[in-house]
């Protein structure tokens, strides 16, 4: 019964969804249940302890008045759950055990591991406060205030190490990934399960994500942290490119550098040379930041190895903040693009079953992140030109080529649809027409287009510009997200060996007709940035910032968290009269 009424409890609070510490948890039912009252629950008489918790927490009734409606991003402040979880007790402590409060105070020190900053949690003054109450005889209010501060200290601990600090929506306005995947009523039914029975421990460990990705990059922060501890790695004197066949004190540099990284045994280290292990290091370097594996140290790859190392620590830390975001959203069957990284892969079970190369958005078009459902494919599209395209891109062209249109198969349409001649359209300040490039291999989208409703026009696409996936950067599109082989996303979406196979598209594709197919199962996809990679040698590498997402996302990291502080000798003289 008191694990039924716990869950009951909870249920209600998350009918609100859920804030801590600027973390949301958005719940997008738009049915809600009314909150039951709770101002007529009291503390258990006899205790005077939970009489003072009462105390504490009953002008917080106030504030949470019954909710009727349910709008999609309202959101609850953590004390909400304090006060819920203090109610379904009757108000009674709950860190009467002492082992428990050490397990909370090893937990919270050790959330540096998880690239979280463990002074948020005023760990300290908890300490303090323990050992005082340890030397003394606190009064009933002291002890309620420090069991609600350690509550109110472990729930937000555990809350961050689950879904992150920083809140994404409060980054990015259109942040639309939801819970769907992880109820988060279950994390807390789990946290408070773990500290009834006293493993607080456990509660931690299991609070951050298991996936093999994240556990990588916990470990990669703890080596990078090492490496600065020992005064960092070397640095490489900027200045001319390094290349085959040289020596001297900068390609010792170079190789002393290399070595620091675990790209060149350390016993060769001490050379000056640049010989062949010295070419595969370089290229092995250069293959997993993303830049051309030529074997020459350059400008950018010198650039890149000059890196300080904290500057490596913070941008693991950034990603294991968009790993508790988003790795709970990824089971089952999905389509996940990694915008920074120029790829695509699609899932099923949680194991990748295909992968490919894509070009996203320039920096001045970003492609935007986001999660939708890819619903049908489009065999042999037409083109429409978007409206930023005809002004800043196709106009131009026009202008400065009168066969530009018919070079390219485009015609221009009026409002009702009509083809106009293009030689009795002023150019110079064309109104109410709209631009179409016919269907065929040339088109700009290709032969297929993947599509996903959107706000924002976006989709997956074939493309006529495949020479660009050779390039190391392709962030080369105005938004939308070329794929390097669409037909075999197309195939393996439909997932109908018989009716889909590969010769029932190029069937489809053959008649030559624009025509939509929906897809039999609606399959999930997310846009997603991420600026380092796990190598299967357990390496991060790390991947340019594109779009510049990072910094934001550190800052919001580095602010330090609101919990209120702990004063006992003022709770001292708060007591209940």
Sequence with gaps: MRQLSRLF???HVFFMGFLISGTAFAETSPIVEETPSISMIEAIPDDNVAQEIHSVLEPMISAFPPLQTRPRHQRIDVNRVVLDFYTHRQFRAAWTNPDDVTQLLKSLNDTQVDGLE?????????????????????????????DLAATRTYLTALLQLRRGKVDPARLDMHWNFDITGADPRDDVENFFTALDTHDVARAFAQAPPQEAVYVGLRQALAQLRAIRDRGGWPKVAAGESLKPGMDGPAVAQLRARLAAGGYLDSKHSKNNDYDDAVIAAVKKYQTEQYLGADGVAGATTLAALNVPVQARIDQVRVNMERARWLLYKLQGTFVIVDIAGYKVALYRDGLPVWRSRVQVGKPFRSTPIFQAEITYVTFNPTWTVPPTILKEDVLPKILSNPNYLSANRIRPLDREGNVLDPSTIDWSNPRGITLRQDAGPENSLGQVVIRFPNDYAIYLHDTPHRDLFAKNVRATSSGCIRVENPLQLVELLFNDPVRWNSAGIQKQLANGKTENIRLPVKVPVLLAYWTVDMGNNGRVAFKPDVYGYDDPVLKALNLPAKLPALDLQAAAGQGRP
Excluded: E, H
């Excluded at 949690?121 to 420090?146: I, K, V, Y």
């Design 118 to 146: 463990p002074t948020d949690f005023r760990g300290d003054d908890l300490a303090m406060a323990q050992a005082s109450m340890q030397n003394t005889s606190p009064t009933p209010a002291q002890q309620a205030a420090f």
């Design 9 to 11: 409890v909870i249920s």
